[in-house]
C-alpha cells in the first residue's frame, strides 16, 4: 500500500511540474530556453512512463516505450542543434 501511494504522490508531482517546463517553451526569453524547456517536459514523460509502468506491473514494456522516447528525444534535439548551429543563431 505505501508503494502505491509513492507512485501516485510522484506521477502527481511530475504531472505538476511539466506546466512550469511548458511556461518556459512558450515564454523562453530565447530559443535556447525554449528548447531546454521542451526537454524538460521529454524527460518528466518518460519518468511518468516509467512510475505508470511500476504502478500496473508492467515495468518492461514501459521501460522500452521510455528509452525509444528519449531517443527519439536526442535525436530531435541535436537535429535542431545542429540546425540553429549552421543557420547562425545565436540568442
Known sequence: MKETSLLLFSLAFLLLLIPIYLYRAVKGPDLFNRLIGLNGIATKSILILIFAGAYTGQLDMFIDIGLSY??????????????????????
Request: no cysteine; proline share 0%; glycine share 18%.
Open 70 to 91: 528519449g531517443m527519439l528525444n536526442l535525436v530531435g534535439s541535436v537535429a535542431i542543434g545542429k540546425y540553429l548551429e549552421r543557420k547562425g543563431i545565436k540568442e
